[in-house]
Nanobody, 124 residues
Framework: QVQLVESGGGLVQAGGSLRLSCAAS????????MGWFRQAPGKEREFVAA????????SYADSVKGRFTISRDNAKNTVYLQMNSLKHEDTAVYYC?????????????????WGQGTQVTVSS
């Protein structure tokens, strides 16, 4: 089992940047695939980015491709989401997720573990 804690959210102007972090407990972090999802008010949770356990594979939603970068540091049990050129429509609660399947996962129901979320607000 793994526990996830997100941090790094906040208020930023459009065009700015933020880096989200997700710290995982446990000694087997390197065996988990990791993902970032977001949920805006009144909308369903949507996929943002994912990374395989071996760091070889990544995937991004079209809406963030070229602006966001997912990475992980297995020595620090942490996954990151670097968000650049932020837009008002990026405003949402951002969640990280983990699953032992290990490969890149794009769908939320396939993740077994979730963090509590961190709010990102982009002012226009």
């Amino acid at each position: 089992q793994v526990q996830l804690v997100e941090s790094g959210g906040g208020l930023v102007q459009a065009g700015g940047s933020l880096r989200l972090s997700c710290a995982a407990s446990g000694r087997t972090f390197s065996s988990y695939a990791m993902g970032w999802f977001r949920q805006a008010p009144g909308k369903e949770r949507e996929f943002v980015a994912a990374i395989s356990r071996d760091v070889v594979s990544t995937s991004y939603a079209d809406s963030v491709k070229g602006r966001f970068t997912i990475s992980r540091d297995n020595a620090k049990n942490t996954v990151y989401l670097q968000m650049n050129s932020l837009k008002h429509e990026d405003t949402a609660v951002y969640y990280c997720a983990a699953d032992q399947k290990g490969y890149v996962i794009l769908t939320s129901f396939m993740y077994a573990y979730w963090g509590q979320g961190t709010q990102v607000t982009v002012s226009s």
